[in-house]
């Protein structure tokens, strides 16, 4: 039941920091492209690096690494919307941004995990 605890208030931590993230990217750079969502994608994905890297590593306990990882992480991050907002790019006749939404959120996304992961496995 603490689990649970932990999982929920870290997700609605993480939801907020969504929707603060996401607002702040739009007004820096309207709403044009999903800048919110590959921002929210980037970070989330390093700091999953960083939690997978610790949790390796036995410095955070597992109620920790549920609320971060579960939580926090899971209510930040968003294959839904990614999926959304990539689709109505296509609807829209914007291959371009819909092949570039694509390509940055998986690569930048993949490089990040293993950013996070690095920082903390070159430190031990």
Same mark, same amino acid.
């Given at each position: 039941m603490t689990n649970i605890l932990f999982v929920a208030l870290g997700?609605? +931590?993480g939801a907020?920091?969504?929707y603060l993230i996401s607002i702040f990217m739009i007004q820096v750079f309207g709403s044009s492209f999903p800048f919110g969502t590959l921002m929210v994608n980037i970070l989330g994905s390093f700091l999953m690096g960083v939690v997978?890297? @610790?949790g390796q590593l036995?410095? +955070?306990s597992p109620e920790l690494k549920?609320? +971060?990882g579960v939580g926090l992480l899971g209510a930040l991050t968003t294959f839904s919307t990614f999926s959304n907002e990539t689709l109505l @790019?296509?609807?829209e006749g914007l291959w371009f941004k819909s092949i570039l939404n694509v390509l940055l959120n998986v690569s930048v996304c993949l490089f990040m995990v293993y950013l996070g992961q690095q920082l903390i496995f070159s430190r031990v």
């Open positions: 997700g609605s +931590i907020v920091l969504r997978y890297a @610790l036995s410095h +955070i549920s609320m +971060i @790019l296509m609807q």
